[in-house]
């Protein structure tokens, strides 16, 4: 597998220096990709560089991921309008742990191949590195005037913010220059690879490698992803898509990848996933013969969510949205986590109940008429029993004056009333 040509079809290249292709077709080659380790798990921001990565071992390459321990601390200028929190040691040393976890669902750290993935953490260099000789011998060999033409200090320093800039994160490409150098000296590493607005620092680092060691080293940069309507790839209302499902469940996970437009799907598939060409041209060749099928969206969701979380999170969350969406059985309910259920129906108008009475037993219109208020009255709830047209738990009510026992509450807490085809009810029994 060409690396090259790979990244190229799928539309993964904004920038790569010459010699970087020759490089690659002559040796295994070690290439690096820095990751923040802000939090305690990637975001699918995080997942473009990650794939760049595994395409990248899938070619025989050797990849290197480096969480930017001592770089965390300072933060990146590129694209901020804003420094950043700084971490300390045990709050970084726990996010390295979590990033590795996930990694390890996309890259191969284990194996005996000498292509097999490191990790590592630019903090266990520069803890004990003094100042004095960082600028002794690293600052020296860099310019101030090749440091202010890069595009995030000249974005900076032209903002009309009055912030400015300070010195700690103009020196922020030195460093990463410096990590580069290192991986460069000590793991033989030729080639860091980022997001396209990653092109200043990631160019300091070859320039700092070829005056201090006379070496060649290389660059490759990928597109920022962003949305067809131009909006911010991977926000959702509630902020960042996570790949732990602490932060975002497998359902809200997958259900975001099912929602993307034809044109994002399209897109998104070639650079999520690993599909092979052929498969990837079919699938937009079917979307565009049956769009409301949705093809592309199905099978990127399937693929992602597979690849993060595991084969039976992502059947879970298709049972899920038939419960939403299709005709599923009140078994398929009864299955769903606590976590799940909420995730599923947020949104839904909540009523709370009183557990004691449901423990006790309670007429269905009474509960749904005086204790919860889903029908404004008997009358137009008993009209639309009679029709079938109301469910508790995905199964229809046959009498409006049915009893209901703690026994039917999902997860010992819950009851899903249906009104109608789409109108849902979630009631909690406090």
């Known amino acids: ?18 010699g970087t292709e020759e490089q690659l077709q002559k040796e295994m080659t070690s290439a690096y990709v820095g990751i923040d380790p802000t939090a305690d798990s990637l975001h699918i921001g995080h997942l473009v560089s990650v794939m760049m990565l595994k395409h ?13 321990g001592a770089t965390g601390m300072i933060g990146d200028p590129s694209m901020k309008s804003a420094e950043r929190n700084l971490l300390d040691e045990t709050t970084l040393r726990h996010n390295q742990d979590s990033i590795k976890k996930q990694l390890a669902k996309f890259l191969d750290f284990d194996s005996d191949a000498p292509n097999a993935a490191k990790l590592v953490n630019n903090y266990d260099w520069m803890k004990e590195y003094s100042f004095l000789h960082f600028i002794r011998d690293i600052g020296k060999h860099i310019t101030v005037n090749y440091m202010m033409a890069k595009d995030s200090v000249k974005k900076r320093l032209s903002s009309e913010s009055s912030v400015g800039m300070s010195f700690t994160e103009f020196s922020y490409q030195l460093l990463q220059g410096y990590d580069f150098l290192y991986l460069y000296k000590h793991e033989n590493c030729r080639l860091q690879m980022g997001g396209s607005d990653q092109w200043g620092n990631i ?13 060649e080293a290389y660059a490759l940069t990928c597109p920022l992803i962003t949305k067809a309507d131009g909006g911010k790839f991977g926000k959702t209302e509630s902020g960042n898509v996570w790949l732990d499902r602490r932060y975002t469940s497998p359902y809200k996970f997958y259900q975001f990848w099912l929602n993307v437009s034809d044109a994002d799907a399209a897109r998104y598939i070639k650079i999520f996933t690993a599909l092979p060409q052929e498969e990837v041209e079919a699938l937009i060749q079917e979307q565009e013969a049956a769009p409301h099928l949705r093809p592309l969206q199905k099978r990127l ?10 084969i039976e999170d992502y059947e879970a969350a298709v049972e899920a949205s038939n419960i939403l969406f299709g005709n599923s059985t009140s078994e398929a309910l009864k299955k769903l986590d606590e976590e799940t259920l909420l995730a599923v129906f947020e949104g ?15 007429k269905a219109v009474d509960l749904l008429t005086e ?3 889903v029908f404004p009255s008997k009358g137009e709830m008993k009209k639309l029993v009679q029709s079938g047209g109301v469910s508790i738990n995905k199964e229809k009510l046959v009498a409006f004056d049915e009893m209901i026992y703690a026994g039917h509450l999902l997860d010992g807490k819950y009851l899903l009333v249906q009104k109608g085809k789409k109108n849902y009810f979630l009631l909690i029994a406090k």
């Open 1 to 18: 597998m060409n690396f090259v040509e790979e990244l190229r079809w799928r539309g993964m290249i904004h920038d790569m220096m010459p």
């Open 371 to 373: 204790k919860a208020s």
């Open 203 to 215: 160019t300091t680092g070859t320039e700092l490698i070829r005056r201090k060691e006379g070496g």
């Open 56 to 68: 990248f071992q899938r070619a025989g390459h050797r990849p290197i991921a480096l969480v930017g």
């Open 301 to 310: 969701a399937k693929e992602v969510t597979t690849m993060v979380h595991s």
């Open 348 to 362: 839904v108008p909540q009523f709370e109940i009183s557990r004691d009475e449901i423990v006790e037993g309670v």
